[in-house]
């Protein structure tokens, strides 16, 4: 363990979320309730603001989520007019893609048009969606990239037996996957401005800090 290194918790675990989203889309199918709203309402208010304020719906953005969950935060944004054809979540778990997929049929127009699908960030990108450019190497460019708690959880896994952390590839794949003056918006609970400032934005991966 680095002295930068968060202690690893189950929280860093796909066994983990598999079971957090088996029991939440079981309770889904049951009684409705869609699940967990992490860091609550208004932290999604919080990053619809900013992107209304900064890349408005009328500028038809390719946007994508890493670590969409039950899709809370892209329902808020197909809601908030940004179309939803244009808008993707991706996430390692089945089940939080059959969640979010399942709550998207169930809500007005609009919100199933939003693309769900499995992707284990730290070793594939999200499939471009129709009608988006991507990079030579056929990886689908974002105008805006989006993480609520996903590094977060990324953080909490244990180093490989090389000594590795899997979180450090994260960074620059998220930088590969912006178009150029695209946006990385990211919520955290367990870094600081600073600390998130100096992993994202460096040498390595090009971004600016704004
Ligand atoms: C704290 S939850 C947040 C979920 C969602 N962003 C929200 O705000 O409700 C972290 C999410 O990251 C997902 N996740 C963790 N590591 C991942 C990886 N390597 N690739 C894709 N998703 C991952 C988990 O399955 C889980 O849905």
């Known amino acids: 363990m680095s002295s930068s290194d968060l202690p690893s918790s189950k929280l860093g675990t796909k066994e983990h979320w598999d079971h957090v989203y088996s029991a939440e889309l079981s309770n889904f199918k049951e009684i409705g309730d ?65 969640l979010s997929r399942a709550i998207g049929e169930s809500r007005e127009e609009g919100a199933s048009d939003i693309t769900f699908g499995v992707c284990d960030f730290l070793t594939d990108y999200p499939a471009p969606l129709d009608g988006q450019s991507s990079s030579s190497d056929r990886v689908g460019l974002w105008d805006l990239v989006l993480d609520k708690g996903t590094f977060d959880a990324m953080a909490l896994s244990e180093r490989d037996e090389n000594g590795n952390a899997p979180w450090e590839a994260y960074p620059p794949r998220i930088a590969q996957i912006l178009r150029p003056g695209g946006y990385f918006l990211i919520t955290s609970c367990n870094f600081t401005e600073d600390e998130l400032r100096t992993k994202f934005s460096n040498a390595e991966t090009g971004l600016e800090y704004q």
């Open 34 to 98: 869609e699940g967990e709203i992490w860091f609550g309402e208004d932290s999604v208010e919080k990053m619809i603001d900013w992107a209304v304020e900064n890349i408005p719906s009328d500028t038809n953005p390719w946007i994508v989520e890493i670590g969409s969950g039950n899709g809370t935060l892209l329902f808020a944004l197909q809601e908030a007019g940004y179309p939803p054809r244009r808008i993707c979540g991706v996430d390692y778990s089945q089940d939080a893609v059959k």
